[in-house]
């Protein structure tokens, strides 16, 4: 055979070896950089499939408000008439008048986001210079406030807590909250340098555990953290006497109609004084799927 038609043959096999038995042309390998043209997607303009309101508001539009909280958009800051909760009062008998807490009727609203903070506190009878150690979580979150001390106060005086101090719950934002929350107040009569050595420990002992949340403030998400801050600061009190030891546990069921702007008062007499704090809650709710 020639040294041609040696070459025309090689080719050859090389041509059959790189096709597929039966002469078949080779399978394509499928692009995946390309979504499926088929089948409902968000974003292709048709409220379809598994989509809504809440998971695809492009296309099925937004969702109708809250029909039981303010939107947040309107949740920015405390409430200026807040109306009371008198039935979550702590060492008061309830009375009558209080708004209802969340019926069994059809509701479209997202957990609550709350903020709570003591707005002002009042010594009835004998008094003093005060200030409150306060720490609360839902099981999840935990957070600790320490207030500025008042000045002296007897017979009735009040004194209102800056704003900026007297957040106990919402302190970094406001705290998106599905389960009851447990408060504990805790506040002392100065006798000693005790609040300036709570917040030296309490700062102390919250570095590093990423909880700041204002000058006077933290906030967390491990449950250990907090009460190691928490039991840093009470500690630091020791010195000064303790007036008011109450701890509020505030049900879920209850917690939509704080984000209205409520407030309650917790009062307890305790080592021959009487003392009265008063609560502010407030919030918003994002609107959900109607049901």
Known sequence: MKRSSWLVLALSCLSCS??????????????LSMPP???PMCGDGRCNGNEDCGSCPGDCGSC???????????????????TPRPDLCVGVPATSGAPAAPGSGPMNCGPAQLRMRVEKIRADGAGGVAYCIIAATDGANDEVALTTRTRALSGGDEYFFDPSVGLFWGQKDLRATTSAVQVQYKCFLVQSDGWAAALQAAGKAAAGAAGYAGQYGWAFDLGAVAANVLGAALQAAAGDKLQLDVTQTLPTEDLLDLANGRYFTVQQSKNGGDWTLFVETWGCAVGTPPK
């Open 18 to 31: 790189s096709s597929t038995p039966g002469g078949a042309p080779p399978e394509e390998t499928p692009d």
């Open 37 to 39: 043209t088929s089948g």
């Open 64 to 82: 109708p408000p809250c029909n039981y909280a303010p939107t947040c958009d309107d949740a920015a800051g405390a409430p200026a008439a807040p």
